[in-house]
């Protein structure tokens, strides 16, 4: 008999014995005697292991070895998932073994920690954007602005769905795929070539009675500000058609909330807010909306109230239950089940730590240190930064029309010498010429982006790779 | 009678916009370089005044310390599979192995960006392209996308899958139908309605499994898919599983399989052998990960050969020198969320399948099935408690019992019960789930567990059955032992008091003064 497996105490022979004889079988198999003969597996998977604990530490240590990340070099890539620090504390929270290990709070007796904690990261999402309701998450922006936008569909009875030409395209990818089986369409505004913004000609245009939402970016995908926001709200309003506005959280330190400039509904990536890149997830989709009853009721996702116990202590629970899949079935506001809510805890306790204060400096700081960025590399020949002509927050166009080389090759030559520059647009937005998207933090240091700018010269001098 | 002995942390603690005090700080970030400073001057007019903050928003002001005390406070109001026993059926709220938590809190992982350069990244693809290949291998299908962050999540690219493919046959006008039984996940309703299928639910057999003659009576031209899980919600696993895929497949419709059970069979049965053509692994049930409180999870999903064109991009895939990926699929998908999946889950996941190995995940099975089967026999002697369905069938990780007797006799219903069972130190089974069983209390006590818990609990619900009987009223009022007592849900989420923000507080408060 093999030797019990250290994670699962019964697999030890005389515990299992114990099992085996108070079931009255000879062997755990007959428990699986219902299972027809050809559908059985009759030989051993074919995956490795097991391995003992320090040589899977050491495998994947092995595997790993070779991998780059922003530690061991400048990187310069944002585009929805952005490097920002995280303090110590976050990490230290989310270790705790009640926060991580434990699931949904059904039963609110036992669980009022997470419950508390969610409530908390909904208030202080509601504080950043001016709503008044958030739910506990959805899993990133992009199915955050997916679910949005049905819900705009559901509470206007609408389906068209107007957005920005300049979206990230994964994120309209995501809206498409959430949006097409609903029978709902999403059409593009174009903006004008040398600000970036919505060209809102364009878009009333295109608006009219049948338009459910109307959505815009601020910062958006490739930086700029927005900075017609309150102008495209009255545009959709007129119409009847609800306002979302899907928003990088980090900069409501130092930006208007969007609920004071007309949104309905807001979403957003939380992932800035005290959690690490991981390679793209997991993820934090911010979804809030005004507190008007035909909104609430609309909204997907877990959402927690606060209420009171027995004795008439403050306490929480899930509210709003019947919205939910568990309840509803397929009349529910959406099929979303297991969230983020552990990114959810780090956020509520990132923001806690940097408070009002700390979240202005911080992007005081983003916006010194990308606004340096720029200069700097627009004085190099040939190269233009910011490409559009309007207010940036963290994230920038660059431009290489001007240097003979393409975004390919500069971005070739600084892997050459340790720098990840940003992410190419050739393919997504071939009319923005040679160009890449790149995002300055409070990560980069001013010796990082001067290093940036010397290896770019020393490429533009004929260093080329 | 036994009382509880647990007590839970119950701490007033204050809701965070009540703690700290004007100018104390947390954390700061750091200050632009002076000459970072220089080359820019005053950052004011960088920004269109009319779009920078009036006030800035109304966040706590507290110290660190201040903070840790909050959420340690908080933490300790909360339970988890790691203090004890948390029968969650569905769930399956087994132990999460710690070296997966540190293998995936390595820099590699955390730092890395999804868009960096391909051979900066090698090692991280090389992880995620093994474990889609060890999740086909377990699950008996071709190829797998790690793209979906939970399960519903991996439902709904699924039902996308199934109208992409019908689609392409030209039919997806006619095969609007997605077919669910009357016992299934929530989710697995929701998820087909999302997908744009009308759901067409089927009643249980008196089995509790799928009724071939009503299934055959459903499908027709129409059909699209058949939702379903194996073993099914009660814990059974369904033996006319091939003869329901043919039906399936003979109608033209695809077969989706729900992954919730999964831990059940590892190594046992494959769903792709069973006939499945869709499946879906809740990463965060079946190979230990976290759950962290609601999230995140992860839920990919595999398919057979025909559907591989279907699944999303970009594709992991690996040339025998380097790993990529490939965007170049015509016929996938498209994208339900950003870049390319939960990956601080997946890396878990992938530490966990190297902790077991073939055998171990077979014991995974087996035990589970043991520990349930164990506490079912324990369970279905005490009086109260009956077992609807066939109990004579083994069931496997999970199973089902109902309260209906207790109920009928002393008034005390499932719900009570469960409340109780915090006071003696356990999380509470699911309950009213799944719908076909009245008084439902559905328990999966995961291998994680020993003989001594699985005793422990079945001797705690002796003893609450028995004070039900004695005493009504002590489990009707439960619990007593947690950080609150029994919680005003619907107070909750009534229009006048809803509560569901510290700013839609103060306005109720405001408007009451």
Not at chain 1, 387 to 414: I, R
Not at chain 2, 219 to 228: D, E, F, N, Y
Not at chain 2, 376 to 402: M, N, Q, T
Not at chain 2, 471 to 492: Q, S
Request: glycine share 8%; net charge negative.
């Amino acid at each position: 008999m093999a030797p019990a497996h250290p994670y699962i105490p019964n697999s030890a022979e005389g515990s299992k014995r114990k099992l085996v004889e108070f079931l009255g079988i000879s062997d755990p198999d007959e428990l699986y005697s219902d299972i027809p003969e050809g559908v059985r597996l009759d030989r051993p998977l074919e995956v490795p292991g097991p391995l003992p604990e320090q040589e899977i530490l050491r495998h994947v240590r092995g595997k790993l070895s070779d991998v780059k990340t922003a530690l061991d070099m400048p990187v310069f890539l944002g585009a929805g998932c952005w490097p920002h620090y995280v303090p110590a504390v976050v990490d230290f929270i989310l270790s705790r073994t009640e926060f991580y290990t434990s699931y949904t709070p059904y039963q609110p007796e036992v669980s009022q920690g997470m419950l508390q904690a969610l409530w908390e990261y909904q208030s202080m999402i509601c504080e950043l954007t001016g709503m008044d309701v958030a739910n506990c998450s959805m899993y990133d922006w992009a199915s955050a602005l997916g679910e949005a936008a049905r819900m705009a569909a559901r509470i206007t009875g609408r389906k068209r769905i107007l957005v920005p030409r300049i979206i990230h395209p994964e994120r309209l990818e995501v809206l498409k795929a959430y949006t097409e089986p609903a029978a709902m369409t999403v059409e593009q505004v174009p903006y004008e070539p040398e600000t970036g913004q919505m060209d809102l000609e364009a878009l009333k245009d295109k608006m009219g009675p049948d338009v459910a939402a109307v959505y815009v970016e601020n910062p958006s995908y490739l930086g700029f500000i927005e900075t017609q926001v309150k102008a495209i709200g009255e545009v959709a309003h007129d119409q009847g058609a609800l306002f979302v506005v899907g928003v990088d959280p980090i900069s409501l330190g130092i930006l208007e909330a969007p609920g004071n400039y007309g949104a309905d509904i807001v979403v957003g990536e939380g992932q800035p807010l005290g959690n690490h890149m991981n390679f793209g997830g997991p993820l934090l989709g911010i979804l809030a909306c005004r507190a008007e009853r035909r909104f609430i009721w609309q909204m997907p996702g877990r959402i927690i109230g606060l209420t009171v116990d027995s004795k008439g202590r403050k306490a929480f629970c899930m509210a709003l239950q019947a919205r939910e899949q568990h309840i509803r079935r397929e009349k529910a506001s959406s099929n979303i089940c297991t969230n983020e809510a552990l990114c959810a805890v780090a956020a509520a306790a990132y923001l806690a730590l940097l408070g009002p204060r700390g979240l202005r400096e911080l992007c005081e700081t983003i916006i010194y240190r990308s606004h340096y960025a720029m200069k700097r590399l627009n004085e190099l020949p040939g190269v233009k930064a910011p490409l559009f002509k309007a207010p940036h927050f963290k994230e920038f166009v660059v431009n290489y029309d001007g240097t003979g080389l393409t975004a390919k090759e500069v971005h070739e030559g600084l892997l050459e010498a340790g720098i990840h520059g940003g992410k190419l647009l050739t393919g997504e937005f071939p009319e923005l010429g040679q160009s890449a998207l790149y995002c300055v933090t409070e990560l980069h240091m001013r010796e990082d982006i001067d290093r940036l700018v010397e290896a770019l010269g020393a490429l533009l001098g004929g260093d080329r790779p | 009678m036994s009382q509880p002995s647990f007590r839970q942390a119950r701490w007033d603690e204050p809701i965070i916009f009540e703690l700290g005090a004007p100018g104390r700080r947390g954390h700061i970030p750091p200050k632009p370089e002076p000459e970072v400073v220089e080359a820019i001057g005053p950052i004011e007019g960088l920004l269109p005044e009319e779009l920078i903050r009036k006030e800035p928003p109304r966040l706590p002001e507290m110290s660190e310390p201040e903070v840790v005390r909050h959420f340690v406070r908080l933490s300790q109001m909360n339970y988890c599979p790691d203090v004890g026993l948390y029968p969650l059926g569905s769930c399956t709220m087994k132990y999460n192995p710690k070296i997966c938590d540190l293998v995936a809190s390595m820099d590699q992982v955390r730092w890395a960006h999804p868009y960096q350069d391909e051979r900066t990244v090698q090692g991280l693809l090389a992880i995620l392209y093994e474990l889609k290949n060890w999740l086909a291998e377990i699950t008996g299908t071709h190829e797998v996308s790690l793209l979906p962050a939970a399960g519903a999540h991996g439902e709904f690219l699924g039902c996308l899958i199934i109208r992409a493919y019908h689609k392409r046959k030209g039919q997806l006008a006619e095969r609007k139908e997605m077919i669910v039984p009357d016992s299934a996940h929530g989710t697995n309703p929701a998820s087909a309605a999302m997908a744009g299928f009308k759901v067409v639910t089927i009643p249980s057999g008196p089995d509790g499994c799928v009724d071939l003659e009503a299934l055959k009576a459903a499908v027709s031209k129409r059909t699209a898919g058949l939702m379903l899980t194996n073993p099914n919600t009660l814990g059974i696993f369904e033996s006319e599983i091939r003869e329901i895929a043919e039906v399936i497949h003979d109608a033209g419709g695809l077969l989706y399989y729900d992954g919730a059970n999964l831990n059940a069979i590892l190594g046992k049965s494959r769903p792709g052998d069973m006939g499945f053509d869709i499946v879906h692994i809740n990463i965060h049930k079946t190979f230990g990960t976290p759950h962290g409180g609601g999230g995140p999870g992860s839920g990919p999903i595999g398919v057979v050969e025909e559907l591989e064109p279907f699944l999303p991009v970009p594709r992991i895939e690996y040339d025998g020198e380097r790993y990529y990926l490939d965007w170049d699929k015509p016929l996938a998908v498209a994208k339900i969320r950003a870049f390319l999946g939960n990956v601080a889950v997946l890396v878990r996941a992938y530490a966990y399948i190297l902790a077991l190995g073939p055998e171990g995940l077979k014991e995974v099975a087996e035990v589970s099935v043991l520990n349930s089967n164990y506490l079912l026999k324990k369970l279905a002697s005490l009086e109260g408690i009956e077992v609807p369905y066939g109990p004579e069938r083994p069931r496997k990780h999970e199973f089902v019992v109902s309260l209906k007797p207790l109920e009928r006799s002393t008034g005390v219903r499932a719900l009570n019960v469960a409340k109780r069972l915090l006071d003696h130190g356990y999380h509470a089974p699911t309950i009213y789930f799944p719908p076909i069983v009245d008084e439902a209390f559905m328990v999966e006590p995961t291998e994680s567990f020993g003989v001594e818990d699985l005793d422990g609990f079945a001797e705690a619900m002796r003893a609450i059955l028995e004070e039900a009987r004695a005493e009504p009223e002590k489990v009707l009022k439960a619990p007593y032992n947690t950080a609150v007592g029994r919680v005003d849900e619907v107070r909750a989420s009534h229009p006048r008091t809803m509560a569901l923000s510290w700013r839609m507080l103060k306005e109720k408060e405001g408007l009451k003064k």
